[in-house]
């Protein structure tokens, strides 16, 4: 492994790591307003559409029915009160039965 390694070894861990210290640094204490912290508290559920939309569209090559009945089975049970381990289950049950008719 040469120089550069390790040059960009630690380039990834400041990347990584100055963006969490500094709101810990300089925000220790201080209360945020209201629309910061409604928009903040939010980031997750958005990040994690963004992540998982692009998925449904291509979980199974040429067939974007699987992604779909996959995301509206898990949406459905989430829907209707479960948990994270009943829509993963269920989901995982559902598309086992449909792929068994392809």
Same mark, same amino acid.
């Given at each position: 492994?040469?120089? =550069?390694?390790? =040059? ?7 990347? &990584? ?14 209360? %945020? ?31 974007? %029915? ?6 509206? &089975? ?29």
């Amino acid at each position: 492994m040469g120089a =550069w390694y390790w =040059w960009m070894l630690l380039g990834m861990a400041l990347v &990584t790591y100055i963006p969490r210290m500094v709101p810990l640094t300089f925000l220790d204490g201080k209360k %945020l307003p209201p629309i910061v912290s409604g928009v903040l508290s939010n980031i997750p559920y958005a990040v994690l559409g963004a992540l998982i939309f692009p998925a449904i569209l291509f979980v199974q090559e040429g067939n974007i %029915l699987f992604g779909v009945i996959g995301a509206a &089975t898990a949406f459905l049970i989430a829907i209707l009160g479960g948990g994270v381990m009943p829509v993963v289950l269920g989901t995982i049950g559902v598309l086992a039965i449909y792929s068994l008719f392809l």
